[in-house]
């Protein structure tokens, strides 16, 4: 148990298990990740853990994403300053800046290596940390 108190939670919302899958084994050795498919659990999860990071898939469905999602989170003063990394296949000029500007603090686009990933998560949690 002492192990994972000193590792920063990571929630990822992601509705493909295969991708789920690999989230798990690509953070658990660095990160303490939690697992949710929708947003019903994303926000159970959410609710009764310390999250350090958010990792939302954007295409969680046809009628709720993970812009809406995000927006939700950001609502809760919990989570209003808690970074939000959108994850995506959308990974055209500019998506990235257009994250951004929506309410994100980074974006991975898919596919991702887990060197990408984990080293944008660094890179925000890490500016996070020096945030007064």
Request: charged share 30%; net charge negative; aromatic share 8%.
């Amino acid at each position: 148990m002492g192990t994972d108190s000193d590792k920063a939670t990571i929630l990822a919302v992601e509705d493909n298990a295969d991708t789920l899958t690999l989230l798990r084994y690509m953070l658990t050795k660095t990160y303490r990740p939690l697992l949710a498919s929708d947003k019903d659990e994303a926000l159970s999860l959410a609710g009764e853990h310390a999250i350090d990071l958010f990792l939302l898939d954007i295409n969680l469905g046809q009628e709720y994403t993970g812009i809406n999602l995000m927006k939700q989170l950001r609502d809760d003063p919990r989570h209003a300053d808690t970074p939000i990394l959108a994850l995506t296949a959308y990974a055209m000029p500019g998506d990235r800046e257009r994250f951004v500007e929506m309410g994100f603090d980074g974006y991975v686009s898919k596919p991702f290596t887990k060197e990408a990933l984990l080293e944008t998560i660094r890179g925000v949690l890490r500016d996070w940390d020096a945030t007064p």
